[in-house]
């Protein structure tokens, strides 16, 4: 791609409220407008907010500059949620030259794997896809077995290692720098979340979107018609595994519905400078409690 892109050159999916396909009743989210019994994302979160013309100017700025700071060693790592999906139609619009990669862990929802070949046909991007060794995650679930996450806080970390990380230190080998949809307002480990960070690992990790609100999100997919995954409008608002998320209740964290059955921090690791240190020692680290749902917070 080169030059910007207007948004007339992008014609919308399904119309305004696209991806609109969930019903309210599974759950009831603790974001604003929750209550308003609208059935969409778009309808319960999207609002205009003052200030949201310069935070978009400025994750543009931070997005070309990282274009032309790193060049081909710069490449979005997309999880497919609804943030990612608008840092890539930032990407798309402004024709930055910074490629797309995501991880497919074996347990993704198959609304979230949906997206791959929509980026495809909206923006003709190629999002390429790292998926964990087979061995590794065959010998992982022998051992444990499908759904060892819920037995404990430790062999949950080992299930995201063999099916997020490893794959994640291949997507980013030789790469400089990598763009993520971190936001301040996600997490209480994620206040401090700075335009651009060292990743620990000599790289460097830029989040255009880290100033934004929940409300700028969905206004700007509202305005640009940004294609997304439909289990936003079933109150997920953090969509991982599929065994690992399920929708936020009334009064619940952003964050809530990923690994809910944890007293944990709520991350993966694959940023691990957003992630709560570990406990003084593991061995007295106590089980975690199995879920007694996965469909759905009630109220």
């Not at 294609?227 to 936020?248: E, K, V, W």
Request: charged share 20%; with cysteine.
């Amino acid at each position: 791609m080169s030059g910007e892109v207007s948004s007339l050159d992008f014609a919308p999916i399904g119309g305004a409220s696209e991806g609109a396909s969930g019903s309210a009743s599974a759950g009831v989210s603790a974001l604003p407008g929750a209550d308003a019994g609208v059935g969409s994302a778009i309808g319960l979160y999207a609002r205009k907010t003052a200030g949201f013309d310069e935070r978009v100017a400025r994750t543009v700025e931070v997005l070309k500059q990282a274009a032309a700071d790193f060049g081909p060693g710069a490449l979005q790592s997309t999880s497919l949620g609804v943030e990612d999906m608008v840092i890539t139609d930032l990407i798309a619009r402004h024709g930055l030259p910074i490629a797309l990669s995501t991880l497919d862990t074996g347990k993704l929802h198959a609304e979230t794997l949906a997206l791959i070949p929509r980026i495809h046909d909206r923006y003709g991007i190629e999002v390429e896809v790292f998926a964990p060794v087979n061995e590794q995650v065959v010998h992982f679930v022998r051992a444990n077995g499908e759904e060892p996450m819920y037995r404990s806080v430790e062999l949950r970390k080992a299930c995201c290692g063999v099916r997020k990380l490893e794959p994640l230190s291949r997507m980013l080998a030789g790469r400089t720098a990598w763009i993520t949809g971190l936001r301040r307002e996600q997490s209480a480990n994620r206040a401090e979340v700075p335009f651009r960070e060292d990743d620990g690992q000599g790289r460097t990790k830029v989040n255009p979107l880290a100033e934004w609100s929940w409300a700028d999100v969905w206004h700007y997919v509202q305005q640009h018609v940004v294609p997304y995954n439909p289990l936003h409008d079933q109150f997920m608002p953090s969509i991982g595994c599929a065994p690992c998320t399920r929708a936020i209740a009334v009064g619940e964290d952003f964050r809530a519905g990923r690994w809910w059955w944890e007293d944990s921090s709520k991350e993966c690791g694959l940023h691990a400078t957003h992630t709560e240190p570990d406990r003084a020692s593991t061995e007295s680290e106590p089980e975690a409690s199995p879920p007694t749902s996965t469909s759905g917070a009630q109220a």
